[in-house]
């Protein structure tokens, strides 16, 4: 987690603290005091936060009374806590007893609040129900148990999980429920009827960069036009790395709604796999795994090459769910975008020999050219899968999965409530 966050969700803890502590109507003074502790230049928790993030820390503020207001919850009585406090306890809960290994995975919340009355009682319920576990059944049916424990204090309103995105200046404030929380007519409202468009991977490998020119990702949109009262949505998938400093390092999904909207966040892997092989088929290894990638300062063998050739020309006319991969005019391009050398071979070729002299991307040193050229191979091999999918006639169940996933709402994820733009 970048400092930045964590001042941002510690910002947040204050204002939701303070603001309940007052029933909700700050005096002048009372609301000078919270902007000092924030951001005071010397003593704040965030000195230096932009004028979009004071103005995204009331607008959390909106939306957290909407969501109280419309659910009837009184305003006094709560504690907040970031990592310690209610947050820590339930988080080390999941962790030690319900095999939760990626905490994000199971619930994504930022700040916690529970009713000071409660929280012993709440405490007291999780040791008393939720066991050492020894076997990985009993650690399953700790994380339902853990999950339901939740859900029936958040229903009482003792308990709010909060998950924190950023409002942005043109959006409205707005909440957002994870789906054990919903009612059958919000999950109803909410259910997306999802098209592919935009398939893109560019294989235009610039000389005068060390990179793909255009895309170091490979990317699509899933689009809901909207009807039958269903909100309109396009959401960006790509297909990246996140790092960028390691040669061999493992890329991810992540989704991003088109607009003002902040990113869902990076789709669970293991329910990815777990869908793929419930398919009978089988996702593709990390770069750091695959018996067609040599280690790091090894050389990239003709079997090797050949390998990806094929998996391109295979690609090269294919469809997902109608739509065609745009791969850019694949060929080496040099200055001026200038083409040298034309197909995918000829990019392979001059990509694979940048990586073999440990060359680094111009336009950012820090980035080595194995790391684009890697992940752009593992998305070779996700554009194949996606296929595979198709074919099956599963496409519109894994696009589901997906969005699901990078939302962090599939099942035997915890409860949350989402704080977000609109």
């Known amino acids: 987690m970048s400092a930045a966050t964590e001042k941002q969700e510690k910002t947040s803890r204050l204002f939701f603290q303070r603001y309940l502590d007052a029933n909700g109507s700050w005096t002048q003074f009372q609301q000078d005091e919270v902007e000092r502790l924030a951001f005071d230049k010397v003593s704040g928790i965030y000195p230096n936060a932009p004028r979009k993030w004071k103005e995204n820390f009331y607008k959390q503020l909106t939306a957290l009374a909407s969501f109280m207001s419309t659910w009837g919850i009184p305003q006094s009585g709560w504690v907040w806590s970031r990592g310690d406090g209610m947050m820590g306890f339930l988080n080390n809960i999941a962790v030690q007893k319900c095999g939760v290994s990626t905490l ?107 990179q793909w020119k255009d895309n170091q990702e490979i990317s699509w949109k899933m689009v809901d036009d909207g009807a039958g009262g269903r909100r309109g949505i ?136 194995g790391n684009r050229l890697c992940a752009k191979l593992w998305g070779l091999e996700w554009l194949d899968l996606y296929r595979q999918i198709d074919n099956k006639g599963k496409w519109d169940a894994f696009m589901h999965i997906m969005y699901h996933s990078c939302k962090k709402e599939l099942p035997g994820m915890g409860p949350f409530i989402k704080i977000a733009g609109r």
């Not at 297909?239 to 990113?263: V, W």
């Open 104 to 210: 994000d995975n199971w619930n994504p919340m930022d700040i916690v609040g529970v009713k000071r009355s409660a929280e012993m009682t709440i405490r007291n319920a999780c040791n008393a129900m939720i066991v050492t576990p020894t076997t990985d059944a009993q650690k399953i049916a700790n994380k339902d148990i853990l999950n339901e424990i939740m859900i029936e204090n958040i229903d009482e309103k003792k308990l709010m999980p909060i998950s924190l995105k950023f409002i942005d200046l043109n959006e409205r404030p707005g909440y957002e429920l994870s789906p054990e929380l919903q009612t059958q007519r919000i999950k109803e409202a909410s259910r997306h009827h999802f098209n592919v468009r935009d398939v893109t991977c560019d294989l235009k490998w610039d000389t005068t960069n060390n």
């Open 234 to 369: 396009s959401i960006k998938i790509q297909g990246r790395t996140f790092g960028a400093r390691a040669r061999r390092e493992n890329p991810q999904h992540e989704g991003t709604p088109e607009g003002a909207g902040a990113k869902l966040g990076k789709a669970a892997i293991t329910e990815l796999r777990a869908f793929v092989t419930g398919l009978g088929l089988t996702a593709p290894q990390t770069p750091s795994q695959h018996p067609q990638i040599p280690a790091a300062g090894d050389t990239w063998t003709d079997g090797m090459k050949n390998y990806w050739i094929l998996l391109y020309n295979s690609l090269a006319s294919a469809s997902i769910d109608g739509a065609p991969i745009n791969f850019k005019s694949p060929g080496v391009y040099g200055e001026s975008m200038t083409p040298t050398k034309t197909g995918f071979a000829a990019a392979l070729d001059a990509a694979c020999k940048a990586d073999e002299d440990d060359l680094y991307v111009i336009s950012d040193p820090k980035v080595p050219v």
